[in-house]
């Protein structure tokens, strides 16, 4: 038995896993063997280069991963679930079969990585009519989390990626059923030394909403991929979403819009700035399917380079089946306008000064949508260390 294999066995026991879960993860295992590392000749990773990630070296990312909460634990009392993924195993089995691995997302070498090496969790339900004002999480190493919302329920939830290993890898599945509505915060500002790799994957039924709000700005390779699947009419969700690569850093940046039923609507905006030698990849795709009649989708990504050596690469999509449908993207590369620069420059301002002015400007009407203060305020000084770090 290899070292890897021996790893699943150890993880499946030491969580004392039920049968059905452990078939998944051992099916998982076989399905990360057999397929290839990726590589720059495959369509995703075209401008990814994975070449420095040994997946044979970093043993200790598969180590039990803790878990932390804050939320008002009054509203346990009334039904809600908060609790990391092993405690849900324990508690709440047949829950967490019912919704387990069930998302539609492609299988990748890393998709399957997930599904087999994860140690721990977050496991959330919110269960029908109750309002969670604030929910925040942080956790580390490779999870799975699972996100479960009833019928006219609501979330506001917050996650703040710790700090990582060599090797950091998450997969977030999200369930939202008739009129629930989830305000979904990430923010990662991992260690520069951090391969990271996040997936989010939402379901939703009638009427139901997720808003997207992102900050990324850590690890050293970061691919980070959202996908909403609209399958119940009148369904809806934005994104918005900034980063900031320097250095060596890259990013890697998916958002995918399915709209399967009819009356659904999305909005997105992405937008980064890159100084050094960082570089970044943007993929966009909004899919339509034949049935999803009077759907309004929209894509936008915006990237403005500071430097000569950074580099942006935008790959907008639209794979559109239905007739009665609006959907249009829109996607920028630009570097700071010289005509801004000078006239800001005339005024008094110093150069580093005036490019201050000019990022805060670029990312403000982002900015405002982040509609969550504590990461408006996280991102703002995070965006501000960067630019003084250019002195």
């Not at 998944?24 to 420095?52: Q, V």
């Not at 200790?60 to 679930?81: M, Q, Y």
């Not at 994957?201 to 691919?223: C, T």
């Not at 900034?242 to 998916?254: E, L, N, R, T």
């Amino acid at each position: 038995m290899s070292l890897k294999a021996e790893i699943i066995e150890d993880i499946i026991k030491r969580n004392k896993e039920p049968e059905w879960l452990a078939k998944l993860r051992r099916g998982s295992f076989e399905t990360f063997e057999s397929l290839p590392m990726p590589t720059m000749k495959d369509e995703e990773y075209k401008y990814t280069d994975l070449k420095e990630i040994d997946l044979s070296k970093i043993e200790a990312a598969w180590k039990p991963s803790e878990v932390k909460f804050e939320f008002d634990k009054e509203n346990e009392t009334n039904g809600l679930i908060v609790t990391d993924m092993r405690a849900a195993l324990e508690k709440h089995g047949r829950l967490v079969e019912k919704y387990f691995m069930k998302a539609d997302t492609k299988q990748d070498k890393f998709v399957s990585l997930q599904q087999a090496f994860w140690t721990n969790g977050v496991f959330v339900y919110v269960p029908e009519g109750m309002a969670v004002e604030r929910l925040a999480c942080e956790f580390s190493g490779i999870c799975r989390n699972l996100i479960i919302l009833e019928e006219n329920s609501r979330l506001n939830y917050f996650e703040n990626r710790g700090n990582g290993n060599i090797f950091s890898a998450d997969f977030t599945e999200i369930y939202l059923h008739d009129n629930s509505k989830l305000d979904f915060v990430f923010y990662q500002n991992l260690p520069e030394t951090v391969f990271d790799f996040s997936a989010k994957a939402a379901a939703l039924q009638n009427d139901a909403s997720v808003d997207w709000i992102f900050g990324l700005f850590g690890g050293k390779l970061n691919k980070l991929k959202i996908e909403t699947f609209f399958r119940g009419k009148g369904s809806s969700s934005t994104t918005n979403g900034v980063f900031f690569g320097h250095k060596s850093q890259h990013f890697a940046i998916d958002t995918n819009a399915y709209h399967i039923a009819e009356h659904t609507a999305n909005n997105i905006l992405v937008k980064g700035v890159m100084a050094g030698e960082s570089s970044s990849v943007y993929r966009g795709l909004i899919k339509i399917e034949k049935q999803a009649q009077q759907t309004d989708s929209y894509l936008a990504d915006h990237t403005l380079l500071l430097s000569e050596k950074a580099l942006a690469n935008s790959i907008p999509s639209l794979k559109i089946d239905a007739n009665d449908v609006r959907a249009t993207h829109g996607a920028t590369v630009s570097k700071i306008d010289d005509e801004q620069l000078f006239y800001l420059m005339s005024r008094g301002l110093g150069r580093k000064e005036a490019e201050m002015l000019i990022v805060k400007g670029f990312f403000e009407n982002v900015l405002e949508r982040l509609g969550d203060k504590e990461i408006k305020a996280m991102v703002a000084k995070v965006i501000e260390e960067r630019m003084l770090e250019r002195e």
